[in-house]
């Protein structure tokens, strides 16, 4: 049997099981076993529910898996959820395909995206159990709950993350594999400080560098021998990654020694001490140079440069 054949009868199939589930699991009116009120016929700017409401607890995962199911369980590149459709990209014959579901039917659809190798990834390993309270957060973060759209899909070299968009577009809202949303960060606060070093530290036992500016947070790690990772955290985005060739200066020191909340307080009281003004930048450089025998925190202050222990005492001289 040719192959195209093959796989109409298999989305027939899957379309018609879908049918069932959903109408088993999606009863149209009230829980299971009581009998629907009647009601007055709806106004005309009453909102209409979607048909299989996505954003209700589990709906989602259900369709998302029984998608890639009809895929063939194959390499997963990108998921797309509404509040009553869904569909996934996945990689076959190293060609993105796309399949989704809308109005109670499964259909192969024409893939929006090509593949250029980008990051595959496991759907179960992010929190789509409940779509709408994602969509509920982003709304409060972004000020819009128009249209909402929910991707997971690779945002730079590797990270692969979740979003939330809106049409008309608001600003973007980023989740973590977890369902906590990326919140913009303050580094002058230790909060901001110690979501920032999580954030790019992850679970690296070593660093070369740690850097925080005003509007972000890096830190260098040794990957592989002759690479560092430069890990960048703005204060609204998601953390991206360059590459860069190591240099083989800078001893590996643990990022455990940090102290958040240390860095907050001298970022706030430097300006002062040195009599500058309150609105000065403070930028703060953590490292280990050659001969040092323990990491350093070297502020910058105004073109004034202060150097601490990791405790936060001023070094006689400096």
């Known amino acids: ?5 093959k796989l109409t009868r298999a989305f027939t199939g899957l379309a018609f099981s879908l ?7 999606s009863p149209a009116g ?21 048909a299989f409401d996505l954003t209700a607890p589990g709906n989602a995962r259900q369709i998302v ?13 990108r998921v797309e959820i509404t509040d009553s459709t869904a569909n996934i990209t996945y990689l076959d014959n190293e060609t993105a ?37 994602l969509f509920d957060e982003a709304g409060a973060i972004s000020g819009s709950r128009e ?6 899909n690779e945002y730079d070299k590797g990270n692969v993350i979740m979003t939330v968009t809106t049409t008309p577009e608001s600003s973007t809202v980023f989740f973590r594999a ?3 949303a990326i919140h913009p960060l303050d580094f002058r606060t230790t909060a901001g400080i110690a979501e920032g070093l999580s954030d790019t530290v992850r679970t690296a036992p070593q660093v070369t560098a740690i850097v925080i500016k005003p509007d972000s947070l890096s830190v260098d790690v040794r990957a592989e021998p002759g690479t560092i990772q430069r890990r960048t955290r703005q204060k609204a985005l998601p953390t991206i990654i360059a590459t860069l060739k190591d240099s083989g200066s800078g001893t590996q020191f643990s990022p455990s020694l940090v102290q958040p909340a240390v860095i907050a307080r001298l970022t706030d009281e430097l300006p002062a001490r040195l009599n500058k003004p309150a609105s000065t930048s403070v930028q703060v450089t953590i490292e280990q140079r050659s001969g040092e025998d ?5 502020f910058q202050v105004g073109g004034t440069e202060v150097d601490t222990t990791l405790a936060g005492e001023i070094l006689a001289g400096k």
């Open 178 to 180: 977890d369902g906590s």
């Open 147 to 152: 249209r909402q759209d929910l991707q997971i």
């Open 97 to 133: 395909q796309t399949i989704g579901f809308a109005n109670g039917a499964v259909s192969k659809l024409d893939s929006t995206i090509a593949y250029i190798h980008q990051a595959e990834f496991d759907p179960d390993s992010f929190a789509i159990d409940d779509v709408g309270k």
């Open 19 to 25: 049918l069932l589930i959903l109408v088993g699991c």
């Open 65 to 77: 898996d029984l998608l890639r199911t009809a895929s063939g369980n194959r390499p997963i590149l």
């Open 1 to 5: 049997m040719p192959r195209t054949r």
């Open 294 to 298: 323990a990491p350093r925190m070297r």
């Open 30 to 50: 009230g829980p299971t076993g009581e009998p629907s009120s009647p009601s007055a016929s709806p106004s005309p700017d009453a909102p209409t529910a979607p």
